[in-house]
């Protein structure tokens, strides 16, 4: 069976579109297009991101989609994605009926694992699966193969018949078996050398700070969360199964011989919880940079009650880890426990002490808005944010009531959200205040925030020693209307030279720009300030060029 997978275009409503690196592509598809190959399908891959040629995504997706089904014909085609991918999701059903209406389509991802029956009504696939969708993807394919039209036998599938949704039962995370029998995720159905090779600056400044000429990876060493806050969407995953390490170092040798990756970002929510196991990881890469000559920098994020010691992130350091973070969220024990968060403050004071200690880089988020949330305890997070933030990459944002996540309950109930496909037709679009503050001061705090999280205001600064342009074109770069310059400066911690590669915007100006980075000697948060020449100051007034 040909089976055609298309992941989500990445922020599918902005335009004009973005640029998505591997750094941001979901691995579920990955693992998907694996267990699908190796029950013996033919798996194709379209990935509607990177085709540069037009403003809007729709028109992307429209001509991608069209191509695609007419070049591999396929028997089934694979969607999928969180409920921010709901208009992509929208819009990409709505094709396929229009160009392949016979062709079934397929549904998975936490959207619909998360509101079943409603976004399975809504949108109207052939077929929904919930939960991890390799076993069910596999069983339902073989039952298409086969011509079967009764499907009670497959569990998470949800399915027509006679007019009527039909959902089968729920399987438990337990009875899934060994994580480490699962075949390897496979990325090269969705171009995963072109978003390497080409596309690698689109990747977050945290992600590829530590290196010069940046080519992350992604990797995913455990599933499930036994937590369950109050914003996660995840509460439905909570039987944590860890792969070995040997599994795991054999998923680096395999993608490090494919790709000379030189980032790795471990995607797991609870990695190094449990500190033997951090310990054998870092022990598996250097074994693996001392045997294959595997040279990568790592990056992980944890729960605060991994409580790591000075020891075990010291040979985290030694093994290549260049930063982690933990799940901050507040710095007000009141809403610290109506997120259901089951951590206190201490825990992160430690963490960043720890990790200053070693050198390794630390960050996290402060999102405000639960319901719990008044100006004291804005105060608390942002004295909180004052004393860590200068030097840690603790970032500012807002709660969002997904569905899925108990804060979306809260707002249905509360009336906040009234009509939940209104809701998911605008995700995103605007903050909703759960708080007990009136909108008016609500939203200058979000105003406050947002203003705070682009200036690095308070961020310890110095100026940049050399810009020099450079000749060769990167696509990133052009994409944007900008040129990569080669930037030196001295730390204001570590006092070392540095040099990064930086985009910055063609309309140059003469206002003084900044880069905010993270020092790739001592891993803290600092600005680089610019000054660049004037060549039209009329055009640099009207749109001050910023760092893209």
């Not at 259901?340 to 200053?356: G, M, P």
């Amino acid at each position: 069976m040909k089976v055609l997978l298309v992941p989500p275009t990445f922020h599918y409503p902005q335009e004009p579109p973005l640029l998505l690196s591997l750094s941001d592509f979901p691995a579920g598809f990955a693992y998907i297009a694996a267990a699908l190959k190796e029950a013996g399908h033919e798996v194709f891959g379209l990935n509607p991101n990177n085709a540069i040629g037009s403003e809007k995504n729709y028109y992307l997706l429209v001509n991608q989609l069209f191509a695609a089904l007419q070049e591999i014909k396929p028997d089934l085609i694979g969607l999928g994605g969180i409920c921010i991918d709901f208009a992509f999701l929208k819009d990409a059903v709505e094709l396929i009926r229009k160009f392949a209406p016979r062709t079934p389509i397929v549904l998975g991802g936490g959207i619909i694992t998360n509101d079943r029956e409603f976004i399975f009504g809504l949108l109207k696939p052939d077929f929904g699966i919930v939960g991890e969708g390799e076993e069910t993807i596999v069983q339902l394919a073989k039952a298409l193969e086969a011509g079967q039209r009764e499907f009670k036998e497959i569990d998470n599938l949800s399915y027509w018949a006679d007019g009527r949704a039909i959902f089968n039962p729920f399987k438990p995370l337990e009875s899934y078996g060994d994580v480490d029998k699962r075949p390897l995720p496979d990325y090269e159905p969705f171009g995963i050398r072109d978003m390497i090779d080409s596309y690698s600056m689109a990747t977050r400044l945290l992600f590829r700070y530590s290196r010069t000429y940046p080519r992350p990876m992604t990797i995913v060493t455990a599933r499930g969360c036994p937590f369950n806050c109050s914003f996660c969407i995840h509460r439905g995953n909570q039987f944590y199964r860890p792969r070995s390490i040997k599994n795991v170092m054999e998923e680096i040798r395999v993608n490090y011989e494919r790709y000379r990756f030189n980032i790795l970002i471990i995607l797991d929510e609870l990695f190094a919880v449990n500190k033997q196991r951090m310990r054998d990881f870092c022990e598996g890469v250097l074994e693996g940079k001392r045997l294959f000559g595997w040279d990568f920098d790592w990056q992980f994020q944890t729960h605060a009650s991994a409580r790591l010691d000075y020891d075990t992130l010291l040979l985290a350091k030694q093994a290549g880890c260049v930063y982690f973070s933990y799940g901050i969220e507040s710095a007000s024990p009141k809403v610290l426990k109506s997120m259901n968060k089951k951590t206190d403050v201490s825990q992160i004071t430690e963490a960043v002490r720890l990790a200053d200690s070693v050198g390794i880089g630390f960050g996290g988020n402060l999102i405000f808005g639960d319901p719990a949330e008044t100006q004291l305890t804005i105060y608390e997070s942002l004295d909180f944010f004052a004393k860590y933030g200068v030097s840690a990459f603790i970032f500012l944002s807002f709660l969002r009531p997904y569905p899925g996540n108990r804060l979306f309950d809260y707002c249905s109930e509360k009336g906040i959200i009234r009509d939940k496909g209104e809701y998911y037709a605008n995700i995103d679009q605007a903050a909703i205040n759960m708080t007990s503050l009136p909108d008016s001061i609500w939203y200058q705090w979000t105003n406050f925030f947002s203003i705070l999280e682009r200036s690095w205001l308070w961020v310890k600064d110095t100026d940049a020693i050399s810009i020099d342009k450079e000749e060769q074109a990167d696509p990133v770069a052009s994409y944007r209307g900008a040129s990569m310059f080669k930037v030196q400066a001295q730390c204001p911690y570590c006092k070392q030279a540095i040099m990064f590669r930086e985009m910055i915007a063609n309309n140059k100006t003469e206002w003084p720009l900044f880069m905010g980075v993270g020092c790739p000697k001592c891993n803290k948060r600092i600005k680089i300030n610019l000054k660049l020449p004037v060549e039209n100051k009329e055009q640099a007034e009207e749109k001050v060029a910023v760092l893209v």
